[in-house]
Nanobody, 125 residues
């Protein structure tokens, strides 16, 4: 199983970024893909999740209306479109994968077995 994130960078407040998570080594359609972030000194936080079995999506309240998660099954890639970025959105963003049928909390880091290496997002004012 391999997950590779890309698309991070530095933006001004109110800016946008799109993160990508390219997956390989497993049956993509059987898995949920989650996006998580971790700021220095803070716990890893679930941001968004998509279940590739049925396309259901979930978001943490702080990003609803600003972030959109989507999945391209043909490319085995999940995207996180982030708009109206705020300084509190800064951190290392990770994608993770888990079989949908074994997932209890789509936004819970402990539920995921497979992780990417992360990509840095910095939002400055």
């Amino acid at each position: 199983v391999q997950l590779v994130e890309s698309g991070g960078g530095s933006v001004q407040v109110g800016g946008s970024l799109t993160l990508s998570c390219a997956a390989s080594g497993f049956t993509f359609g059987d898995y949920a893909i989650g996006w998580f972030r971790q700021a220095p000194g803070k716990e890893r936080e679930g941001v968004a999740c998509i279940t590739n079995t049925d396309g259901e999506v979930y978001y943490v309240d702080s990003v609803k209306g600003r972030f959109t998660i989507s999945s391209d099954n043909a490319r085995s890639t999940v995207y996180l479109q982030m708009n109206d970025l705020k300084p509190e959105d800064s951190g290392v963003y990770y994608c993770a994968a888990e079989l949908v049928f074994s997932l209890i909390d789509g936004l819970g880091p402990a539920d995921y077995d497979y992780w990417g290496q992360g990509t840095q997002v910095t939002v400055s004012s």
